[in-house]
Structures are given as C-alpha cells and as structure tokens.
Nanobody, 126 residues
Framework: VQLQASGGGLVQAGGSSRLSCVVSGRTLSNYNMGWFRQTPGQEREFVALITWGGSSTLYEDSVKGRFTISRDNAKKTVYLEMNSLKREDTAVYYC????????????????????WGQGTQVTVSS
C-alpha cells in the first residue's frame, strides 16, 4: 500500500492551498481516511477525517470552517482544501488510511491508521 501526498508549499496567511493524496495497493472506497499534521517536537495530530463512503467528516476544532476534506474513490484520491490559512497551520501534513475497512465511526488517534503518506510541508507566512 502506498500513499502519495502532494500540494502544500509556501502560502501567505489568509491564502489557500489544496493537498492531494493518491492511494495505491488498496481499495480506497473501503476505508476511512484522514489528514494529520505534525510540527517539530510535537505529537502528530489529526486534522480532518472522512468515512469510506464520504458521508461523514470530522475536523479538529482549530480548522473547522476553514478546511474541507473530500475524496474521489474512483480516482483513489483524498483531498484537503485549506482556506484562510494561519501561521499556526504550518506543519508537515500526512494522509493516512484506517487499519479497518468500512468503519462507521471515525477515529482520531494515529494508532488506528495503518499506512501513511510521506508528508508534505505547508508553510504559512505572515
């Protein structure tokens, strides 16, 4: 199983960016997916999650109303649209796939995620 994340880079505060994560080696439509982020010296934290069918999402409080997670199972891709970016959004962003298929409940802990993308840096400048 491979997850290839792309997007991000340097963005001005208040700007927007979109991350993409392409999954290979697994039937994406069977699994919940998530975006997480990590800054130096900090634990990896969840940012946004989406169920396998795309009907439910969950967001970390600080990104609610600014970030949107979506998926296109036919393209085996999960997206994270980030708007109104703030300096505190600066981090390495990772996509991940849940260990268990077809779960109706989203799980925020990193231990529940089996495979991870390589991470993509998002830097928000003021």
């Amino acid at each position: 199983v491979q997850l290839q994340a792309s997007g991000g880079g340097l963005v001005q505060a208040g700007g927007s960016s979109r991350l993409s994560c392409v999954v290979s080696g697994r039937t994406l439509s069977n699994y919940n997916m998530g975006w997480f982020r990590q800054t130096p010296g900090q634990e990896r934290e969840f940012v946004a999650l989406i169920t396998w069918g795309g009907s439910s999402t969950l967001y970390e409080d600080s990104v609610k109303g600014r970030f949107t997670i979506s998926r296109d199972n036919a393209k085996k891709t999960v997206y994270l649209e980030m708007n109104s970016l703030k300096r505190e959004d600066t981090a390495v962003y990772y996509c991940a796939i849940d260990k268990s298929p077809k779960r109706f409940r989203l799980r925020t802990a990193v231990d529940y995620y089996a495979y991870w993308g390589q991470g993509t840096q998002v830097t928000v400048s003021s």
